[in-house]
């Protein structure tokens, strides 16, 4: 059997090279000639001489027949798609030549029997499953996985990200009641102005404030817990009085609202990219 496999193992590279005019641009020719050296190995175990047939005709069947196997089994088309892409192939080439030019697909359609839309959908179903290797295929050897971008955020802006909108939650949770529901009716749940100075029955000028006031809030919450991070201390008093007391007193709730962990939650930042 080894003997039979070595002297016949040309015929797989033979049958490979032949074959390979079929092949989908996305199967590679070594592709084939594996899937052809395993039917010749199968070949030489159930090789039968007394029947009287050459073994090399017996395995140029089994090789042929696992090489199709092999470039049916990775193309991403069904027979059928192929086959009419096959026929319609041939029509656009015979009118092509009949016209001197590239037929319409009025008049490719009225020549296959087929209507324009089934034309486009063949041709949708071909480019489905047309598909490019992403191993190297330039002189430089960088191929088309080089020129590929991930569009997701490398990790440490993700990381910094996070925590921003870590810190805006927190920001948002701890404004006082009328702060906190204008500038989550307005911002978060797109409600508009006039329906919150309804519900709140106040003016909506009144509204306007309230919702100036929250941001200014949040804007001195995050520019202060911010920075402190950045600088690994603590963040600068906002002043002296009443007013600047209260100041200090919701930055200091909003950084003892979560812990690091917490806040810095990169996989929900990422799994709701949309809402941020």
């Given at each position: 059997m080894e003997a039979l496999v070595r002297e016949n193992l040309p015929l797989v590279g033979y049958i490979a090279?032949?074959?390979?005019?079929?092949?989908?641009?996305?199967?590679?020719?070594?592709?084939?000639?594996?899937?052809?050296?395993?039917?010749?190995?199968?070949?030489?175990?159930?090789?039968?001489?007394?029947?009287g047939v050459p073994f090399a005709r017996f395995a140029n069947t089994r090789i042929r027949g696992a090489m199709i196997d092999q470039m049916r089994q990775r193309d991403w088309a069904t027979r059928s798609l192929r086959s009419r892409a096959r026929a319609l192939a041939a029509t656009s080439e015979a009118l092509t030549v009949a016209l001197g030019r590239t037929p319409a697909d009025s008049e490719l359609a009225a020549a296959s029997g087929l209507t324009?839309?089934?034309?486009?959908?063949?041709r949708g179903g071909q480019d489905r499953a047309s598909l490019l290797s992403l191993d190297?295929?330039?002189?430089?050897?960088?191929?088309?996985?080089?020129?590929?971008?991930?569009?997701?955020?490398?990790?440490?802006?993700?990381?910094v990200a996070a925590e921003r909108v870590g810190y805006l939650r927190d920001a948002i949770a701890e404004?006082?009641?009328?702060?906190?529901?204008?500038?989550?009716?307005?911002?978060?749940?797109?409600r508009p102005l006039t329906e919150l100075a309804t519900e709140l029955n106040v003016t909506q000028s009144r509204v306007s404030q309230l919702r100036a006031e929250g941001l200014e809030l949040l804007r001195e919450a995050l520019s202060r817990l911010l920075e402190a991070d950045a600088k690994a201390g603590p963040g600068g008093a906002n002043g002296q009085g009443a007013r600047g007391r209260r100041r200090d007193a919701y930055v200091d709730a909003v950084a003892r609202r979560s812990t690091v962990n917490r806040r810095v939650d990169v996989g929900r930042y990422l799994s709701s990219l949309s809402d941020v």
């Open positions: 090279r032949e074959t390979s005019s079929r092949l989908p641009r996305h199967l590679d020719s070594d592709d084939l000639t594996g899937a052809g050296a395993l039917a010749l190995v199968q070949a030489a175990q159930s090789f039968d001489p007394s029947l324009e839309s089934e034309i486009g959908e063949i190297s295929f330039t002189p430089e050897g960088e191929g088309l996985a080089a020129t590929l971008r991930d569009p997701a955020p490398q990790p440490e802006d993700a990381l404004l006082p009641d009328r702060l906190r529901m204008v500038v989550s009716g307005y911002y978060l749940e797109q």
